[in-house]
């Protein structure tokens, strides 16, 4: 079946350690995302990246790096530098020709627990 | 991008209809309306958009104001399964960076 992968589901880190989350799509889509999730709250945008070897900073970048190396994958680092990792964090994607609709596929996420 | 307002909570019976509301009285004439739901501990998932006119799917149908200041997203069935955030976003289509902004949304509870 196509669709996006995250993992693992749950994640625990010491803090000041970096991770990196795994987000792989077998949809083909051109345009990756990174949103972070707190409690109650809503998503907001941690990177994206629209097209291979390109990437731009979303609303809460600092503390995070990303790759895109392939068009499948969009790996998510959270570095020490993150002064509030702990969060749920969800990859999305998409890809152009959608008309207006332009739907956003999401994973089933990654819960980072940093002790 | 518009914002927008959600009540932060409704309860819905079983096989009523559930009516979401969302206010968005800042609206520019080129951004459409958008609903996603996230249940809980999953990734949202898209439900449906529009510009002006009322539109409908398999899953719920939107209803827009005729001055586009507000709308309401109907479930006409509503099921247990349809328990979830339900998050009202207005954008234009291809937005720098393509983003979605969401706000705190509507929890629907829909009870037996």
């Known amino acids: 079946d196509g669709g996006i992968t995250q993992s693992p589901k749950y994640l625990f880190r010491k803090e000041g350690q970096n991770v990196t989350l795994s987000c792989e799509q077998n949809l083909n889509h051109d345009a990756m995302y990174w949103y972070r999730q707190d409690p109650g709250q809503g998503l907001r945008l941690i990177y994206y990246?629209?097209?291979?070897?390109?990437?731009q900073k979303g609303d809460i970048a600092e503390g995070y790096s990303v790759s895109r190396e392939k068009k499948e994958s969009f790996p998510l680092t959270v570095t020490s530098a993150q002064k509030n990792p702990t969060a749920f964090y969800l990859c999305?994607?998409?890809?152009?020709?959608?008309?207006?609709?332009?739907?956003?596929?999401f994973g089933p996420g990654t819960r980072l627990t940093v002790l | 991008d518009a914002k927008t307002t959600q009540p932060p909570s409704m309860d819905c019976a079983e096989g009523r209809a559930a009516n979401l509301p969302c206010n968005h009285s800042t609206i520019s004439g080129n951004e459409y309306v958008y609903w996603y739901r996230q249940i809980h501990s999953q990734g949202p998932q898209y439900i449906i958009h529009?510009?002006?006119n009322n539109e409908t799917n398999e899953m719920a149908s939107l209803i827009i104001t005729e001055d586009r200041k507000s709308s309401t997203l109907i479930l006409p069935h509503a099921t247990l399964r349809d328990t979830a955030v339900y998050y009202c976003i207005v954008r234009v289509p291809y937005n720098a960076g393509n983003m979605l902004t969401f706000g705190g949304g509507t929890r629907l509870m829909v009870k037996p």
């Open positions: 999305a994607s998409s890809k152009p020709g959608q008309g207006a609709r332009n739907e956003q596929f």
């Open positions: 990246s629209q097209i291979v070897n390109d990437f």
């Open positions: 529009g510009l002006k």
